[in-house]
């Protein structure tokens, strides 16, 4: 690690929810050379964090990833990776130093703009390719692939032309009214520049008819003009703010989803009933556990797997972590709010789904005995196909599988 560095050299990106912070580092834990290393990062890393987001609580720390995966940079002394988790919402902010971004399938779901270097990944692939992970060979027909970009200056500005001419290009193939008029434009400029040492083809006043040409040339001119003024000035920043809006919903509908699974996972830990996979999972709660009240299951059930002690939060049964989920789930589902203009279809039918999903907010009744405990099995279905139409939205390589082996 260098001795001097700046802000500018860290790549930041979100993840939600990394909730086993047992195995984070503080610099205090390591070896006093490589401590005094990263000690001379670590400013340049939470400036990194507050410049993207983080809110200031949370510890910050580092994770190491072992040499023997492909995530590693070195191949025998592995990597750290900054690390925070932001109290308030549980979002973990990652800092990787730029130019040494690894290929991460989960990383690129959560975050439009994570980027990894194109010439790390064939070195990757040099060390050792039979094991390298084909799922994140970078693809450009999928929305969720991860974009491989060249890290060289020139080719960053080249590309950033690009990108705006492909905008400018689906907008006039959107507008066909006004492609037609643009390409008249420029098609009578061209021509008029190749008419000025051309003999009159009829017999008119050159001056009027040059007239009248500048005229129309003028217009041609003004029109193209005003196409590009509204390119620059409107069109451009509002799907930079469509890409912003659409990256928080993207975020919030992470976060729902990852919650909605943990919530069945617990529940599933808790009832510690083995069953193969299914959609049916009302079905199969009611014909087993149909006598038994859900409230007394969850809330006896502490974990015994040696990973409980590591939940961020304090909390010693199923239950209270589920209540958590529940509450968080809320919590994102009211943030979704601002952004309802902005949705789609899918995103729409989602949110109208979440908002009728009564098991949410009423999860804090269930130990009232008031007849939430009848409805809690049905409720597991309805949770199920919630994360259905959130991973169809979020266009994932890889599904929820809901099913329980001891």
């Not at 994770?63 to 995966?69: E, H, K, T």
């Not at 040059?210 to 005003?226: E, F, G, H, M, P």
């Not at 919590?331 to 729409?348: D, G, H, I, R, T």
Request: a negative charge; charged letters at 25%; one cysteine or more.
């Amino acid at each position: 690690m260098s001795r001097t560095c700046n802000k500018s050299d860290f790549f930041v990106c979100q993840y939600e929810h990394i909730d086993n912070l047992y195995h984070q580092l503080k610099i205090t834990d390591l070896e006093p050379e490589i401590a005094e290393s990263v000690r001379t990062e670590e400013k340049c890393v939470v400036d990194a964090f507050r410049d993207n987001g983080w809110e200031g609580d949370g510890v910050v720390g580092l994770f190491w990833i072992p040499s023997f995966l492909d995530q590693s940079i070195d191949p025998n002394y592995g990597q750290y990776v900054w690390h925070v988790k932001q109290s308030n919402n549980g979002t973990s902010f990652i800092g990787f130093k730029r130019g040494r971004i690894p290929a991460s399938q989960r990383l690129a779901d959560q975050n439009e703009d994570y980027q990894y270097d194109l010439a790390l990944l064939a070195q990757k692939r040099r060390e050792n390719p039979f094991c390298f992970a084909p799922s994140l060979t970078p693809k450009t027909n999928t929305a969720s692939s991860i974009t491989a970009v060249s890290q060289h200056p020139k080719a960053k500005r080249f590309e950033s032309f690009a990108k705006h001419i492909n905008v400018a290009v689906h907008v006039l193939s959107d507008n066909k009214f006004h492609a037609v008029f643009v390409l008249i434009s420029i098609s009578l400029m061209i021509f008029r520049r190749l008419c000025d040492h051309m003999p009159p083809i009829i017999n008119l006043n050159a001056e009027t008819v040059n007239y009248y040409w500048d005229i129309l040339i003028n217009v041609c001119i003004s029109y193209i003009a005003s196409i590009i003024f509204y390119l620059v000035v409107v069109y451009f920043p509002e799907q930079r703010r469509n890409n912003t809006i659409r990256t928080k919903t993207h975020m919030l509908i992470v976060n729902i989803n990852s919650c909605m699974t943990s919530f069945l996972d617990e529940t599933f830990n808790a009832f510690d009933y083995r069953f193969e996979e299914t959609e049916e999972l009302a079905k199969l709660f009611h014909e087993n556990f149909s006598e038994m009240h859900p409230f007394k299951i969850l809330k006896a059930s502490i974990a015994i797997n040696g990973n409980f002690d590591y939940y961020e939060n304090e909390g010693g049964n199923r239950y209270d972590i589920i209540l958590r989920k529940s509450e968080t789930i809320i919590q994102k589902k009211n943030e979704m709010v601002a952004y309802l203009p902005y949705l789609n279809k899918e995103e729409l039918d989602f949110y109208a789904q979440l908002e009728d999903a009564p098991i949410f907010r009423n999860m804090k009744d269930l130990e009232t005995g008031l007849g939430y405990e009848f409805f809690f099995y049905e409720s597991l279905d309805e949770i199920l196909a919630l994360i259905r139409m959130s991973e169809k939205i979020l266009k994932r390589s890889f599904v929820y599988h809901p099913c329980y082996e001891k």
